[in-house]
């Protein structure tokens, strides 16, 4: 999601063999376990509520945020939109970071779903300053749009998957006070493991936060959208105008139950170390064009490179597999699929880029 397809068809490369495939961390197969669970989900219509899985993925997800309550929805942009449509205002401003999902992969949606106009601000660091918020919220007094949602995106992808420090979400929250906040936390559980912040602190100054099942978590589909309970019963009606209702939804919440566990959470500090692997080879091979791999903290590599359809086709022709995120921008992410020698293979495509 939020990426351009490598050049050319790649169905037919998908299905050879050894393929390392850098593209997204929504590449990967449901595991043995997963596929099990899925065949033995005990099931219900989830349009009446009677689903009993997705209700116990739902009261899980809603633990682990710290939040009143959940709705599980097929996808991470679904679930943004719904948090739009029930937080903000039409006619106002929705402000958020300028490469954030939000504002540059979600295909304008919230200004046609929800009748707002999105106030992007500076997140080259992968962040905004609460005077940020503060400066736009003093626009209402002269005679420009209010504000009336804030949004932060925690990994933020578009910086090589940068978390917030959670001083700075403290602080955001603090300058957003009388306002609700989303919290795109598609990789939320990433900035966990790398900060060693639980979720639901990160995610406490947020009114609603959504996180993606089908990332580094590695089930097959779905996201989850958590907050207080009045919030959840006006986010399911969004989900149905969305046109997200599910029916014998327990099949897709079993695998989402298993990615919640402790220990496939644990397992992402796997995916942060290779990333850091690649990043350093990135830096060393073109410098200046990615951060410093120390900055590295999670499972995305993003970096500028001046020819990339000619990257990613030398890439490819080893058998790698890697996207872009912008003109310019190439980015490569681990995840669960991935071994150390996958990697390597990896490193050396790089190191052998023109």
């Not at 205002?89 to 295909?107: D, F, I, N, Q």
Request: proline share 6%.
């Amino acid at each position: 999601m939020g990426t351009k397809p490598i050049i050319g068809s790649i169905r037919n490369a998908m299905t050879d063999t050894g393929l390392v495939d850098l593209r997204s961390d929504t590449v990967t197969k449901p595991t043995p376990a997963m596929r099990r669970a899925m065949a033995e989900a005990e099931v219900g219509d989830d349009g009446y509520g009677e689903d009993p899985t997705v209700s116990r993925l739902e009261a899980a997800y809603a633990q682990l945020v710290g939040k009143a309550a959940a709705v599980f929805v097929p996808s991470g942009t679904m679930a943004n939109q719904m948090a739009v449509r029930v937080l903000a205002e039409p006619g106002t401003l929705v402000l958020a970071g300028r490469r954030s999902h939000l504002v540059a992969y979600e295909l304008a949606a919230a200004s046609r779903n929800a009748g707002v106009q999105l106030h992007p601000v500076d997140d080259e660091s992968g962040r905004f300053s609460p005077a940020d918020v503060r400066m736009a919220r003093q626009g209402a007094a002269h005679h420009l749009p209010a504000v009336s949602l804030v949004c932060v995106e925690n990994t933020h992808m578009a910086s090589s998957g940068a978390p917030w420090p959670l001083e700075e979400l403290d602080a955001l929250a603090e300058a957003a006070t009388g306002l609700p906040v989303h919290m795109d936390g598609a990789r939320l559980f990433n900035a966990e493991v790398a900060t060693g912040v639980p979720a639901a602190r990160l995610a406490g100054g947020a009114t609603t936060v959504m996180s993606c099942l089908s990332k580094g978590l590695g089930a097959p589909v779905g996201s989850l959208l958590a907050g207080p309970a009045e919030v959840m019963a006006a986010a399911r009606s969004e989900r149905k105008r969305l046109g997200g209702g599910m029916r014998q939804a327990g099949v897709l919440a079993a695998a989402g139950l298993l990615a919640l566990e402790r220990t496939t959470i644990e397992r992402l500090a796997d995916d942060h170390r290779r990333a850091r692997r690649l990043a350093e080879v990135v830096a060393d091979r073109w410098p200046g064009t990615s951060p410093d791999p120390g900055q590295v903290r999670t499972n995305i590599v993003v970096f500028g490179h001046s020819a990339t359809d000619k990257l990613l086709e030398h890439l490819r022709g080893d058998g790698v597999l890697a996207g872009t995120v912008a003109p310019g921008r190439v980015r490569l992410v681990t995840h669960r699929d991935l071994d150390d020698a996958a990697v390597e293979r990896a490193i050396a495509a790089l190191r052998s880029a023109p």
